[in-house]
């Protein structure tokens, strides 16, 4: 049964009720995952239904490393503490999720028909700014993009960027800020849920 079942939320949604399921009600953060492979196929969908959600000015900052060399895998890794680096070295597929901190030397690509809005970004303070903001908000459809294709994700913070953008970035202007596990649960993936806040507390009108 939904952890939603008992409301009528799903009479409010355009998708069915196994989708709103997958994408929000039942899905979860994996803990651990089964050792079943992870298709390029698979990965490249991820990555085409996460690019669809908007940014501003259509900047797309984010930059997805999928790790697939054991020798990348082991240097990612070693920059997570405790149990963390043990997920990363077993999730069937790793992603580091960077931003560009040059996104705006794209802009004659993802904004065409006003390219000279590119000297608004020349300061490098604001530009990091918002290609950080922007790229966080693709990780969410990163995130939900994973869910659609039916699998699961494990997002970690806590490792040493510095040392993770040594390792994969240091050749690119990447700054990493998420690692994302990403595949099929394994045996007791999950945590209990904790609590989410209710309309009361995280919306108002005015």
């Known amino acids: 049964m939904s952890v939603q079942a008992e409301t009528n939320l799903y009479e409010s949604m355009a ?5 709103a399921d997958q994408l929000f009600f039942e899905a979860r953060s994996a803990n651990s995952f089964s050792d079943e492979p992870v298709t390029d196929d698979v990965l490249d969908a991820i ?26 895998r082991q240097a990612v890794a070693s920059t ?17 999720l960077s931003f560009d901190t040059e996104w705006h030397e794209e802009f004659a690509n993802f904004f065409p028909h006003a390219p000279e809005r590119k000297e608004m970004f020349q300061d490098a303070g604001v530009r990091t700014a918002v290609g950080s903001n922007n ?11 994973v869910r659609a294709v039916g699998l699961a994700a494990g ?37 209990d849920r904790l609590p989410r806040h209710d309309s009361e507390l995280a919306t108002r009108s005015i």
């Open 135 to 145: 790229a966080w908000l693709q990780a969410g459809y990163f995130i939900m993009a």
């Open 47 to 72: 990555y085409e239904a996460m690019k669809m959600g908007p940014t501003m000015m259509n900047n797309q900052p984010l930059r997805i490393t999928w790790i697939k060399s054991p020798e990348a």
């Open 15 to 19: 998708i069915g009720q196994a989708a």
């Open 155 to 191: 997002p970690m913070g806590g490792f040493d960027s510095d040392a993770v953008d040594a390792a994969i970035n240091a050749d690119n202007n990447h700054k990493s800020f998420l690692v994302v596990n990403v595949g099929k649960p394994g045996e007791n993936p999950w945590f």
């Open 80 to 96: 997570m503490p405790g149990s963390n680096a043990a997920k990363a070295l077993s999730a069937p597929a790793l992603a580091v």
